[in-house]
């Protein structure tokens, strides 16, 4: 290992760094695996006659030494790499726990908001309501009077004040949420909730249908 590796190491924080020093022994390791080989060789050669076999030895002595350090200390090093990575993983979590918690309260602040203004929408139908029920009862007086004219048609009244564009629901959305806008929706929407479709036969808008009711049931008729 070089110098400039053990400085590295040493620098080394993260998984992400401890990785790059374990890359750049790996390459000197596989040097030295190389480099052994070529010893071995010449040790060989020495044995015969061909070179010092005692410089020979020396330097495949070295060279294993150093390999066995390498060994150890890539070793080591992917230890190290374990425990950083186990300790940003730690760090992660600690910080989503704070993004969680943070977004927690804004769900609060949300939930509340929604109560307000489901509150505030009881109030309004509970004075829209008051309001149709009077104008409901002048119109029997209306009738009664022979000034059909002067009626107020409610339903008309309201569909034109419904009207208008909409937001589109997300694409991803819960169930019990998907239920809940489509309740919401139906406050709006001609034959929801506050406009319940008339009985077959009833005139809607002043036209009466040509649909005649039946005057017995099925199972009177023969």
């Known amino acids: 290992m070089t110098s400039l590796h053990a400085e590295i190491l040493g620098r080394a924080r993260t998984a992400a760094e401890f990785a790059a020093v374990i890359a750049m022994l790996d390459t000197d390791f596989n040097d030295a ?38 060994e150890k200390i890539i070793v080591a090093a992917g230890k ?21 918690k943070a977004k927690a309260a804004t769900l609060g602040e949300r939930w509340r908001s929604a109560r307000r203004l489901v509150e505030l929408l009881r109030q309004e139908l509970f004075e829209a309501d008051a309001l149709a029920r ?21 339903i008309t009244t309201r569909r034109a004040a419904m009207a208008g564009p909409r937001a589109a629901a997300p694409a991803r959305l819960s169930r019990p949420a998907l239920q ?43």
């Open 134 to 154: 009077t104008i409901a009862t002048a119109n029997g007086l209306f009738d009664a009077a022979g000034v059909a004219e002067l009626k107020i048609n409610l």
């Open 33 to 70: 695996l190389h480099c052994r080989a070529e010893l071995t060789q010449a040790e060989d050669r020495a044995v015969f006659g061909d070179g010092d076999l005692g410089a020979a030895r020396a330097a495949l002595d070295d060279c294993n030494d150093q390999i066995g350090l390498l």
């Open 80 to 100: 190290c790499r374990a425990e950083a990575a186990r300790n940003e993983a730690r760090a992660d979590i600690a910080a989503l726990g704070d993004e969680i």
């Open 180 to 222: 809940a806008d489509r309740l919401l929706v139906s406050f709006l929407t001609p034959g929801g909730v506050l406009d319940p479709r008339p009985a077959l036969g009833a005139p809607v808008d002043g036209v009466k249908s040509k649909f005649i009711p039946a005057t017995t049931s099925f199972g009177e008729r023969g």
